[in-house]
C-alpha cells in the first residue's frame, strides 16, 4: 500500500528554469512533509518541510506547497540550477514515522 | 556539523551468511531507523527504534532481522541468514524528536553472492 506516490519518475528541466516536482499522499493523518535529495551511492539528505499548518514554505531556491484538500504537496525549484541533478524524495509523517515516495530523477541541463 | 556514519561503505557476503550492518546516529537523537534501497527501486521502511525497542517494523523485516544499540551509540542491523534479494543500500537514520527532519547515513552497500 504505497501512501505517498511520486507519479513522475523523471523530469528534464533547462538551466534557470522552474523545476515542479510533485507528491501525492493518501493517509490524511500526516501532518508532517519533507523533501529529501539523493545523489548516487549517498544517503538522502533534508531538503525542507512543511506542516499541515502552513500552505507554503520557502528555502531559497527552493519552496514547498500543501494542498491538503487534495492530499498533494508539490516542490517548486527556481532558477533549477544543473546541480540540482538529483533524486527527490517525498516523504510524510504522522509524528516519528516516515513514508517516503518512490523519487523523482530531476535532470537540469545546461 | 554532526553526521550519522555508516561501516561498512560495501560489504560483500556469501547467501547465508550472517551480516551485521553498523550506524552511528547523532549523539542526542532518540529515534533510529533503518530504510533498504535495492537498485532502481524505492527507499523502503524497514523499522524504527526508540528508547530501545523496536516501535514499528515493516513487512520486510521478517524473523531474518534484528536490531540493537548494543553500547548507547552504535545502532546496528543484523540479517541473520542473507538472501539474494537482501542486495540493497542500507540506510540508517535518526531524529532527535517528532516532526524533526531524518538525518540520513551515507549507506552501507550490501552485495549477496
Known amino acids: 500500500d504505497q501512501q505517498v506516490k511520486q507519479n513522475s519518475p523523471s523530469l528534464s528541466v533547462q538551466e534557470g528554469r522552474i523545476s515542479i516536482l510533485n507528491c501525492d499522499y493518501t493517509?490524511?493523518?500526516?501532518?508532517?512533509f519533507l523533501w529529501y535529495k539523493k545523489y548516487p551511492a549517498e544517503g538522502p539528505t533534508f531538503l525542507i518541510s512543511?506542516?499541515?499548518?502552513?500552505d507554503k514554505n520557502e528555502d531559497g531556491r527552493f519552496t514547498v506547497f500543501l494542498n491538503k484538500s487534495a492530499k498533494h504537496l508539490s516542490l517548486h525549484i527556481v532558477p533549477s540550477q544543473p546541480g540540482d541533478s538529483a533524486v527527490y524524495f517525498c516523504a510524510a509523517s504522522g509524528g516519528n514515522q516516515f513514508y517516503f515516495g518512490t523519487g523523482t530523477s530531476l535532470t537540469v541541463i545546461p | 556539523e554532526p553526521e550519522v556514519t555508516q561501516t561498512p561503505s560495501h560489504q560483500v557476503t556469501q547467501m547465508g551468511q550472517e551480516v551485521i550492518l553498523r550506524c552511528v546516529p547523532i549523539?542526542?537523537?532518540?529515534?533510529f531507523y533503518w530504510y533498504r534501497q535495492i537498485l532502481g527501486q524505492k527507499v523502503e521502511f524497514l523499522v524504527s527504534f526508540y528508547n530501545n525497542e523496536i516501535s514499528e517494523k515493516s513487512e520486510i523485516f521478517d524473523d531474518q532481522f534484528s536490531v540493537e544499540r548494543p553500547d548507547g551509540s552504535n545502532f546496528t542491523l543484523k540479517i541473520r541468514s542473507t538472501k539474494l534479494e537482501d542486495s540493497a543500500m542500507y540506510f540508517c537514520a535518526s531524529i532527535a524528536s517528532s516532526y524533526n527532519e531524518q538525518f540520513f547515513g551515507p549507506g552501507t552497500r550490501l552485495t549477496v553472492l
Open positions: 512543511i506542516s499541515s499548518i502552513k
Open positions: 549523539s542526542n537523537h532518540l529515534y
Open positions: 493517509n490524511s493523518m500526516f501532518d508532517y
